[in-house]
């Protein structure tokens, strides 16, 4: 599966962003899907997953409450709605595809990622 992330820019803090992901080949309802990010000079992160059918999300402590991970099947689509945007949030943001039964939010569990796109927010 191909994917490719849109939707990154330069944004004030308190403002807002929707990323979005696209997946091609195969099946996309097959794929649990998950954001992740990595700040300059830091470790890749996990950030929020969604389930095959949309129905069970996961999120990262530093997120919840001011992100939301939401898919749609039809469009082979997956979202990342960030609210409330800090400048800590300022990374890229890199969408990913794994066959698990289960969210994880372990990177090593994703077998598919699409290039990043970079979100900056100012303070």
């Known amino acids: 599966v191909q994917l490719q992330a849109s939707g990154g820019g330069l944004v004030q803090a308190r403002g807002s962003l929707r990323l979005s992901c696209t997946a091609s080949?195969?099946?996309?309802?097959?794929?649990?899907m998950a954001w992740f990010r990595r700040a300059a000079g830091a470790e890749r992160e996990f950030v929020a997953a969604?389930?095959?059918?949309?129905?069970?999300?996961y999120y990262a402590d530093s997120v919840k409450g001011r992100f939301t991970i939401s898919r749609d099947n039809a469009q082979n689509t997956v979202y990342l709605q960030m609210n409330g945007l800090k400048p800590e949030d300022t990374a890229a943001y890199y969408c990913?595809?794994?066959?698990?039964?289960?969210?994880?939010?372990?990177?090593?569990?994703?077998?598919?990622w699409g290039p990043g796109t970079l979100v900056t927010v100012s303070s």
């Open positions: 080949g195969r099946t996309f309802s097959s794929w649990i």
């Open positions: 969604i389930n095959r059918n949309g129905g069970t999300t």
């Open positions: 990913a595809a794994s066959s698990w039964m289960t969210l994880r939010a372990d990177s090593g569990s994703y077998q598919y």
